[in-house]
């Protein structure tokens, strides 16, 4: 039976703190910038509320940093900052996953990062893991091959959860198949059974990054969405996931409960293009989930029901429409680190 040397928690255990980054470069962000940094706030703020969790945030440079500062003045006490320079706020993907390994103590796993298959490739990013591993204090271990940390979703129990479209593309790790990154995701986060799931939303950069379609909310539990507005670009994809989902068993041998939460529908950018918006794209926090919202007609169901799903938690909703702009929500710019007892 396969032991694994490091293991990826959940994101349900508790965190010693949440990196982030400031949105800094406007050329990137145009006139989405200072929305883009009012969500990002309303985010950390969220987070912090009642003790919840320290931040570490990553700034430019000095007058960054006092942005940031001035911005998150109610949670100071909870923030520190580290001025590194990163290509952008997708943290997620371009800052180390924390593992465990059997003695409990933590580690960073720096995995290669390409610009989402070279589509985006910003100056900086591709040293922002090994930055923040040495912040941190983590030991660090390396990994050759290229993994985001959008494209895998695990429930610390030995599953992970992933898409074809994004692990098994030519953009990512050409000279690997599924079995060589199967034993590769072994190694690196302890998985003990991988369950692949085909494709993603319609026109999301990430070529179907998992987390903007299923998470683990508890051990043998997976929240999905389902189109609910006609002429959403993305039922079919939705419909047949889930039923993929719900033919799954985990590593622990259980079959996987499944339950679905409305779609965000039809929500286009400024051009008319349809946005891959995604309600799964939530961050769990030590006490607050907070789920992006997009001003749709299903944000506040979508909300009240993650809510049943944490009841331990405090769920609130937040607007995340300027940061998808970008991209990408709330999960897709927050990286956990793992407490340590």
């Known amino acids: 039976m396969f032991q694994p040397t490091y293991r990826q928690p959940a994101e349900w255990d508790r965190h010693s ?19 883009a940094r009012a969500e990002w706030t309303a985010l950390c703020l ?8 320290a931040l570490d945030i990553l700034v430019q440079d000095a007058a960054a940093e006092a942005e940031a500062s001035a911005a998150l003045a109610p949670a100071l006490g909870q923030v520190r900052f580290h001025r590194v320079p990163v290509g952008d706020i997708w943290l997620r993907d371009t800052a180390p996953i924390f593992v465990k390994d059997g003695a409990g103590s933590l580690q960073a796993a720096c995995f290669g990062f390409n610009g989402w298959g070279r589509k985006y490739l910003l100056p900086e990013d591709d040293r922002v893991a090994g930055r923040v591993a040495a912040l941190s204090g983590c030991s660090r271990r390396d990994h050759a091959w290229i993994l985001e940390g959008g494209s895998v979703e695990v429930d610390g129990e030995g599953t992970v959860l992933t898409t074809r479209q994004c692990l098994l593309n ?10 060589e990154i199967e034993a590769a995701l072994a190694d690196g986060l302890g998985a003990e059974k991988v369950l692949w799931l085909d494709e993603g ?18 051990p043998g539990v997976v929240v999905c969405m389902e189109a609910r507005e006609p002429g959403d670009p993305n039922a079919a994809t939705l419909d047949r ?11 622990k041998g259980r079959k996987l409960r499944v339950v679905r939460i409305p779609s965000p529908g039809v929500v286009r950018d400024e051009e008319g293009e349809f946005m891959p918006a995604s309600f799964v794209n939530f961050y769990i926090g030590n006490r607050s989930v907070v789920v992006p919202t ?20 405090r769920v609130v909703g937040r607007s995340a429409r300027a940061i998808l702009s ?11 680190q793992p407490e340590v007892p």
């Not at 970008?326 to 956990?336: D, K, L, M, Y």
């Open 46 to 53: 969220a987070l912090t509320e009642a003790g919840g969790e």
């Open 201 to 218: 939303l319609l026109n999301d950069h990430t070529d179907g990054h998992i987390d903007t379609l299923a998470r683990f909310v508890a």
């Open 241 to 251: 996931l889930a039923a993929d989902l719900a033919g799954f068993t985990d590593a």
């Open 326 to 336: 970008g991209g990408g929500a709330f999960h897709c710019i927050t990286q956990q």
């Open 170 to 179: 030519p953009n990512r790790n050409p000279g690997l198949d599924q079995a």
């Open 17 to 35: 703190a949440c990196w982030l980054a400031w949105p800094s470069h406007g050329h990137l962000w145009q006139e989405n910038l200072a929305p």
């Open 294 to 313: 997009y001003g749709t007609a299903y944000d506040d169901e979508a909300v009240a029901a993650l809510a049943s799903l944490f009841p331990n938690h």
